[in-house]
């Protein structure tokens, strides 16, 4: 049994980011999210449970994995290896498959397993002004796990980011804010109705909780993923900014939309719905870029 507390289930730790942060970081994936973007690029992240991952293409479909799982969690369906929520994480199939075709998304780490790998690299952080970034997924799901870990980082003197939907209860939130410096804070669409059919939740909590963190004090930096046929016209651009000044906010990261998660899509046996969607560049995005700055936003790629 996970113990919520002191385990946390996590599907990557990545160290030598310069994306999400300050300076050289490590980033904390956490798996499992209350969002169901669909066009994440780590699906992977979105279920709070361990999954495999199948890539067809090394499988020659021996079935070893199905016979071998202990937990009965795998099984073929029309030719498809599938998990079922009865998967454990213990990788048995994993490290039984001849052909390296399955790989394992989710691992429980203790708080000191994440600190001691965080460690590693404190010398980096202290040259380069960086730190550690939670991110997921959605780390404040995970919030005992991640105040835990957070407060063990502050003890190091060790520079805290949150890659966050903001997606939360207002408690939950407060709970972690004295333990963050920096917050990269995801916002979808400003439209409470658009957001909840595409997205699955409304927007409301989310923006309270942004300008929760704004007037405390702690540095916000709005990071907008530009979707094409959701957000991406210059309507939209103003919607946003009408929202975003209501909350206080000064600073905003665009990010054009890309397909680089999408034959994660493939390895999960879930359905992408961008597939064939065009990817956007900088270049596409100066007009909708130039309504953030004349609204005296800081706003950047």
Partial sequence: ???????????????????????????????????????CSNPE???????????????????????????????????????????TGCGTCVAECPQQALTLSGKLYTVEEVVQICLQDKAFYEESGGGVTLSGGEPLMHAGFAEK????????????????????????????????DLYLF?????DSKRHAEVIGVPNEQILVNMRTAIEAGKQVIVRIPVIP??????????????????AGAKRVN??????FGEKKYEFLCMPYFLHKVPALHESDLQEFQQVFLDNGFDCYF
């Fill in 1 to 39: 049994m996970n113990d919520m507390q002191n385990t946390g289930l996590l599907f990557n730790i990545q160290k030598f980011s310069t994306n999400d942060g300050p300076g050289i970081r490590t980033n904390i994936f956490f798996k499992g999210c209350p969002l169901h973007c669909p066009w």
């Fill in 45 to 87: 992240s979105q279920s709070a449970v361990p999954q495999i991952m199948w890539d067809r293409t090394k499988c020659i479909h021996c079935l070893h994995c199905v016979q071998v799982c202990p937990y009965g969690a795998l099984s073929e369906q029309e030719g498809t290896i599938v998990s079922n929520n009865n998967c």
């Fill in 149 to 180: 870990l957070l407060r063990a980082l502050k003890a190091e003197n060790i520079h805290t980011a949150i890659e966050t939907t903001g997606f939360s209860g207002a408690q939950t939130f407060a709970q972690l804010m004295p333990l963050l």
């Fill in 186 to 190: 995801d916002c979808k669409h400003y």
């Fill in 229 to 246: 046929n959701f957000n991406n016209s210059l309507n939209d651009a103003s919607g946003f900014c009408r929202v975003l000044k209501n």
């Fill in 254 to 259: 665009l990010l054009p939309f890309h397909q």
